[in-house]
């Protein structure tokens, strides 16, 4: 519950990167105080300008908070952020005493702010302005120093500064804190890819090293001059059976790539579900068939209710990858695909699932067969091929397309693989 009310104030800094978390909390956080302190300052009837004063920034950062969250513009915040906090610390600078007040400390608090928000030149750009200011200030206070009131009474003057310092002191350390757990966690994420990239290389030398060998091993056998047409032909098949294999492979291995570089792009167009299943279907059927197993589909849904603004390149792959997987690990029985529409929370959804009655999955490899290389462990794994790529180019493909993909089987007895897409004819994908 808590975790769900701050993801909704904040997102998370996972999610958006910690400098524009910070932008988030930071719009919020003086919003708030700029609230409560109106209402302090109008309760204790102070001046009426320290009361405007702090009515004008909550009425400045609450739009700029609901900007950012929503349209998720952080750069122009960033700047909106800078700049009014500069002007209002000068104000507040001049209302609250000067540097007898606790304003001059937030001076420290904006230039931290600054370092985290921006690079290079922008950041000494700022810093040397708020450098300038502070110097500006001096200058006005040294030369000028009838201009300030002062505080009523000693008393009023130690509570001012002392709060002012349990109120930085507090959201300093919360930030600090915020911090450090956002790279720590960030430094674990980039040592878990270091040790996957090593996985990656050794499995990909293995998965390519294999169709090698057989196309130079066979390409070799070939170049025997009495060969009779039979032999003949059973390696140049073996060749193309391997040519193809490394293909494959390949094909999976710039898919993950794309998908982890985030270059993988979504194409929404109009396209009949029914369409795909029955292409699907028409496809695979002769190599189906030809293993003794028997096929089917099914579409519960009219031709044209079955239209939905999806990927249709990605769908396509979704469910050419699940029945490709089905026809490699089963070897008799049945395999049917197809979809319904199923109603989850309020919203409609298409749900997909491809069951066969092949070797099954036993329930540890279930947890770990979506991620990248792995293959569940099977006796005849050499027989059946397969890089381990082929379920986590799926997963990622359902996720982009806003569904969910999840496996239900039983070791022996067959699987059944489900995925859902979003049912909207005007689906927003983000
Ligand atoms: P692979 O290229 O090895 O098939 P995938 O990512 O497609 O890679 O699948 C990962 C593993 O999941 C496979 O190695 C296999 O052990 C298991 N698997 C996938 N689909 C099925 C299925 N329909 N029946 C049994 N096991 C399956």
Wanted: glycine share 6%.
């Amino acid at each position: 519950m808590k975790i769900r009310v701050s993801q909704y104030f904040f997102r998370s800094p996972d999610e958006i990167g910690f400098d524009n978390y910070l932008v988030l909390v930071l719009l919020l956080l003086i919003v708030v105080i700029g609230f409560l302190a109106t209402i302090t300052n109008y309760a204790l009837q102070l001046s009426w300008y320290t009361t405007l004063s702090t009515a004008i920034s909550t009425a400045v950062f609450l739009p700029i908070y609901f900007y950012t969250r929503i349209r998720r513009r952080y750069i122009v915040s960033k700047y909106a952020i800078v700049i009014f906090s500069l002007l209002i610390l000068n104000i507040q600078w001049f209302i609250n005493y000067g540097s007898t007040g606790p304003v001059l400390y937030l001076f420290i608090v904006l230039e931290s702010f600054i370092i985290v928000f921006f690079k290079n030149y922008v950041k000494l750009a700022a810093t040397i302005i708020l450098l300038v200011n502070i110097t500006v200030l001096f200058a006005i206070e040294y030369y000028q120093p009838g201009m300030f009131g002062k505080y009523p009474t000693d008393f009023a003057r130690l509570s001012d500064l002392y709060i002012g310092m349990i109120v930085y002191f507090l959201i300093s350390v919360y930030l600090i804190n915020v911090a450090v757990k956002f790279y720590v966690n960030e430094q674990k994420k980039a040592q878990l890819a270091d040790k996957l990239k090593s996985a990656f290389l050794a499995n990909m030398s293995h998965e390519i090293r294999t169709p090698m060998n057989g196309i130079l091993g066979f390409a070799e056998l070939l170049k025997e001059p009495n060969l009779n047409g039979d032999l003949q032909q059973k390696y140049i098949a073996i060749i193309e059976k391997s040519g193809t294999r490394m293909l494959n492979i390949i094909n999976d291995i710039m898919d993950i790539s794309k998908i982890e570089s985030g270059v993988m792009k979504i194409s929404l167009t109009e396209s009949s579900i029914n369409e795909q299943v029955e292409f699907i279907y028409n496809f695979f059927k002769p190599e189906v068939e030809a293993k003794g197993i028997r096929f089917s589909f099914k579409t519960t849904v009219p031709f044209k209710e079955s239209i939905i603004t999806t990927d249709r390149e990605k769908v396509y792959a979704i469910l050419t990858n699940l029945v490709k997987n089905a026809i490699k690990y089963t070897d008799r029985g049945d395999i049917e695909f197809g979809y319904e529409i199923v109603q989850r929370k309020k919203t409609q959804l298409l749900q997909f699932y491809v069951k066969d009655t092949g070797i099954g999955i036993s329930r540890e490899s279930q947890a770990v067969i979506f991620e990248r290389f792995v293959q569940a462990d099977i006796a005849d794994k050499m027989a059946r091929q397969g890089a381990g790529l082929g379920l986590s180019i799926t997963k990622a493909y359902v996720e982009m397309l806003g569904g969910t993909i999840w496996v239900d089987s039983e070791e022996g007895n067959g699987s059944v693989f489900y995925f859902t897409l979003p049912y909207d004819t005007c689906q927003q994908v983000k």
